[in-house]
Nanobody
Framework: QVQLVESGGGLVQPGGSLRLSCAAS????????MGWFRQAPGKEREDVSC????????YYAASVTGRFTISRDNAKKALYLQMNSLKPEDTAVYYC??????????????????WGRGTLVTVSS
């Protein structure tokens, strides 16, 4: 079964850190661009960060640049998001997604075919 499953969300205090993971099954990550997206209550989904499957190029939203780091391990079929210096405005459901031969060039790819169900991150004191 082809699926993406996120984990690692939870409650963290402002200034804290979390590491999200996304496990892929039923397909290999080769040739897939991968990314993290989030949706806060009452807001539209937004791009957080993406990473190319071909050359490792990355994209970060301005709001997370310098605080979040995306990485992937194709052998483990996993995608990660290290989140540091978390702020209350980072509170959202975080989703991972995959795009076959997706292009990461100043933005996340639009041909996102596979989505996980999300993991909730709450930043609050």
């Amino acid at each position: 079964q082809v699926q993406l499953v996120e984990s690692g969300g939870g409650l963290v205090q402002p200034g804290g850190s979390l590491r999200l993971s996304c496990a892929a099954s039923g397909f290999t990550l080769d040739h897939y661009a991968m990314g993290w997206f989030r949706q806060a209550p009452g807001k539209e989904r937004e791009d957080v960060s993406c990473i190319s499957g071909s050359d490792g190029s990355t994209y970060y939203a301005a709001s997370v640049t310098g605080r979040f780091t995306i990485s992937r391990d194709n052998a483990k079929k996993a995608l990660y998001l290290q989140m540091n210096s978390l702020k209350p405005e980072d509170t959202a459901v975080y989703y991972c997604a995959a795009a076959l031969r997706g292009v990461v060039a100043g933005r996340c790819p639009r041909n996102l075919e596979l989505w996980g169900r999300g993991t909730l991150v709450t930043v609050s004191s």
